[in-house]
């Protein structure tokens, strides 16, 4: 055909053309990629460089390699406590904000419901607040409640505030699942919940743990809530942690970029480990509609 | 056609025609699914916002015991009051001109991305993770780790640009007002780009192969087809990148807060940082909260615009 003559005619330059264009490509990518991950490969060397070496540059590499400021790091009880913390939190909030949003997109999505642009009002709007508008009632009400300085507290603050992302993506999940399915379930006579749990819940699986853990994440990496609403160690977390790290006068490098790798190597673990899903997740609602 | 339209869904009942013997109708289950979780919203999500705009009207300080209503006497004090004004510009600032940058250089990555992904099948993995790691780093860690790349002495970009001679004197990056607020939008520029160039990828994929190569056909080149095929068909997600964006920079605390803490003398010091201090440093509930309201109702105000522009699509999805 046409086509085929074309590429005759030029096969060569053509050939040439696209390999230039490609090579330059693959370099720009490299680039960004050097530049993506950069700040991150920086800190991780830092991490082991002598203390001696911290403050001197050049030579970027140094002659030694250390693990004393993880020693360092690990041994004072703060940020060990601040991970477990974390964790605690992360995990609660996520299977919460699985359950309840996992409930609700169940409703909006296959349920009749009246006001239902009412509530999803409700769910974008929450998403939207600036966290600082709320930050002083909700300060006042979890005082109020006792619950200042508990796990508690955060635990229930991030699954609100992490909620409208679960009921999202959720209810996008449940929706591409086909109607037949449930409806089937229905006739056979299950009632909505059973309908729910035996066959709308394993289809979603793949979506029910995306959901679960972006909200990890959030909760993981969250700062002004767990900044206000705790006040000792007991109920500090990571990124608290990490802020407040303790210095004279100058910071503690070394022990900082210590500290920071591993308060981020659990994400970066499951970002890494997910990735597909996040981006899949991530992307279904903004993409689709 | 849609079954959880509710009227038309067929009637639940068992294969014999004999109907199921049910407690709770669908509709009452519906409420007892949603129940638990607008609960919570209310409580901890609206209530908060209520109690907002009420403190916002009285003058509280707890330390001296004083508690009182005021009406929008705070609100008129920030009329007036500078640093509001300053945290503003701040604010406007560091969100234009980082959402800006975001979305063009997202489309861009996300060129390149769909590029190579065109001469070559089948994904490349590593990308996505380069993608994703600035994205999942936890915002206080990202900002300390910057803060030590823009340490004046030992920090890699004054070594690196001493290396190749672009400048003599170590730059003090945090310490100089013009410097701190760029350090801060690059900073952001950094973390959150490569994840906007996500979304604008799933977009490039979605457009019709069929369409380049007709306009090739045509004769078109490659900037015609970007500016009269790929820009217009990528509207939508460029209008939702530009929505998200906006709301997240507008509010922007951990990031400017772990890297500057606002200073030097507050240049960089925006909405949410001073309300913060105003909040739990000086611990003026009321003012603080007159603050807070004041930027929860113009967030409002920018997700309203933005919902106009939205509107065809957020139609399609409710």
């Known amino acids: 055909m046409a086509g085929g003559a074309h590429q005759g005619e ?5 050939r040439l053309r696209a390999g230039v264009v490609r090579a330059a490509t ?20 830092t991490s082991v460089k002598p203390e001696a070496d911290l403050l001197r540059l050049p030579p970027l590499l140094p002659d030694t390699l250390t693990a004393s400021h993880f020693e360092a790091v690990l041994a004072r009880s703060t940020l060990v406590r601040a991970l477990a913390n974390s964790f605690a939190v992360a995990v609660s909030s996520s299977a919460l904000a699985i359950a309840l949003g996992g409930l609700c997109a169940f409703a909006l999505a296959r349920l009749p419901i009246r006001g239902k642009a009412v509530i999803l009002g409700l769910v974008l709007v929450t998403s939207m607040f600036p966290p600082i508008a709320v930050i002083s009632p909700l300060y006042l009400l979890v005082r109020a409640l006792g619950l200042r300085d508990t796990l508690g507290a955060l635990i229930l603050t991030h699954t609100t505030y992490a909620l409208p992302l679960a009921i999202w993506i959720l209810t996008g999940f449940f929706r591409q699942l086909p109607g037949e399915l449930y409806w089937a379930a229905r006739l056979d006579g299950c009632g909505p919940l059973r309908a729910l749990f035996s066959v709308l819940v394993p289809p979603a699986l793949p979506g029910l743990a995306v959901a679960a853990l972006l909200v990890f994440i959030y909760s993981w990496n969250e700062f002004m809530f767990a900044l206000t609403l705790t006040a000792s160690e007991a109920s500090r977390t990571a990124p608290v942690a990490i802020a407040l790290f303790p210095g004279l006068h100058e910071v503690p490098w070394g022990d900082m970029a210590a500290a920071s790798l591993l308060v981020t190597v659990p994400v970066l673990l499951l970002a890494l480990f997910f990735q597909r899903h996040i981006v899949a997740g991530l992307t279904v609602g903004s993409v689709k509609g | 056609m849609n079954p959880a339209g509710g009227e038309s869904a067929p009637v639940p009942g068992r294969r014999d025609g004999s109907r199921p013997r049910r407690f709770v109708s669908d509709e009452a289950w519906s409420y007892l699914c949603v129940g638990p979780g607008l609960f919570i919203l209310v409580l901890l999500g609206l209530l908060p916002i209520l109690g907002a705009i009420w403190l916002s009207a009285q003058r509280r300080l707890p330390i001296f015991g004083i508690s009182e209503f005021v009406g929008l006497r705070n609100y008129a004090a920030l009329m007036g009051d500078a640093r509001f004004w300053e945290a503003c510009r701040t604010t406007l600032y560091f969100t234009a001109v980082s959402v800006t940058a975001e979305v063009i250089l997202g489309i861009g990555l996300a060129l390149l991305l769909h590029g190579t992904d065109e001469s070559r099948t089948g994904e490349r993995p590593w990308i996505r993770v380069m993608i994703l790691i600035p994205w999942a780093l936890p915002t206080v860690v990202s900002a300390r780790m910057w803060e030590w790349l823009y340490h004046s002495e030992a920090g890699l970009f004054n070594y690196g640009l001493r290396a190749v001679g672009l400048i003599q004197e170590p730059i003090n990056w945090l310490g100089d007002p013009f410097w701190a607020i760029h350090a801060a939008i690059l900073m952001d520029v950094w973390k959150t780009t490569p994840f906007a160039s996500l979304l604008f990828l799933a977009g490039l994929k979605a457009v019709p192969p069929d369409l380049y190569l007709a306009a090739r056909v045509d004769g078109a080149g490659a900037w015609t087809s970007f500016r009269h095929i790929t820009l217009p068909l990528l509207g939508p997600i460029i209008l939702v990148v530009l929505v998200f964006r906006t709301m997240d920079a507008f509010r922007v605390f951990d990031a400017v807060y772990v890297l500057t803490g606002g200073g030097p003398g507050n240049t960089t010091e925006t909405l949410s940082i001073y309300a913060y201090k105003t909040l739990f440093q000086t611990l003026q509930f009321g003012y603080g909260s007159a603050l807070a ?14 919902m106009v522009l939205l509107r065809p699509y957020l139609r399609e999805v409710s």
Do not use: D, S
């Open chain 1, 10 to 14: 030029r096969g060569l330059p053509m």
């Open chain 1, 26 to 45: 693959v370099g720009t990518l490299a680039f960004v990629t050097a530049l993506c991950m950069g700040p991150v490969v920086w800190q991780a060397l």
């Open chain 2, 293 to 306: 309201t004041g930027m929860f109702l113009a967030v409002l105000a920018l997700t309203a615009g933005h």
